[in-house]
């Protein structure tokens, strides 16, 4: 790939993918501290400094990897927040809040960027110096948070989706489908590599991602 495409593509792409994971992890922490749980407060964590969060792999390594091979949409994921469950005041219904809470937070910052990129579709000629660089950075945030709401929506934990789905699920079925967390890892780079990851949240990405950008005043 060019040096100067991956230049343009850093620039567009980097603001929402640190806005979209950092946010997701402050959402977390900031439900789990109103439903009783300090943790994230008391470590700091409930701020949207980026260094506070940045992970140096899922943070920078990954979308820039990601971006250099030329994938279809980027992921990325920061340091989780801390949150010790036990500190809720009803832990198994609690914790259902507390994972919807990033994927959540996704799904606002997809239709703001949908909003801001309305705007920018309307701007007159004379704009395009900010409507075209604001339009692109506004449908890397559709699409980066559509990614990061659907996959983290998998119920399979340590997942947010997983973690709603222990919080619902009745005693037997909770209690095995948590002790797949210390899998659950394993589990999603299996399914990365033999492509099934893809199909499976591609089709709803990029179908919601075309019906947003047609909101917005863009064909798909």
């Given amino acids: ?15 929402p993918v640190v806005l979209a994971i950092v946010l997701h992890e402050v959402a977390h922490g900031w439900v789990a501290d109103k439903l009783g749980d300090d943790t994230a407060r008391w470590m700091g964590r409930l701020t949207l400094n980026p260094l506070k969060h940045i992970d140096p792999v899922g943070t920078i390594l990954v979308p820039v990897m990601l971006l250099v091979v030329g994938s279809p949409f980027l992921f990325g994921y920061a340091k989780p927040v801390p949150i010790n469950f036990r500190k809720l005041r009803r832990p198994k219904q609690d914790m259902v809040w507390v994972a919807l809470a990033g994927p959540v937070t996704n799904i606002l910052l997809a239709l703001a960027s949908t909003a ?16 075209e660089p604001v339009g692109q950075m506004c449908q890397a945030s559709i699409l980066i948070n ?14 947010d989706g ?10 037997k079925l909770s209690y095995y489908l948590s002790r797949l967390e210390p899998f659950g890892f394993f589990i999603i780079i299996g ?8 199909g499976l949240i591609g089709p709803p990405v990029i179908g919601t991602a075309r019906w947003l950008l047609s909101l917005a005043g863009l064909s798909s």
């Fill in 1 to 15: 790939m060019d040096i100067n495409a991956i230049i343009h593509g850093i620039s567009i792409w980097a603001l």
């Fill in 116 to 131: 801001l990129l309305a705007v920018m579709v309307q701007l007159p000629m004379s704009l395009n110096w900010l409507a």
């Fill in 146 to 159: 559509l990614v990061l709401c659907i996959f983290n929506l998998i119920p399979l934990p340590p997942l």
């Fill in 162 to 171: 997983g973690r709603v789905a222990v919080g619902l699920l009745p005693g």
């Fill in 191 to 198: 399914l990365l590599f033999t492509g099934t990851l893809q």
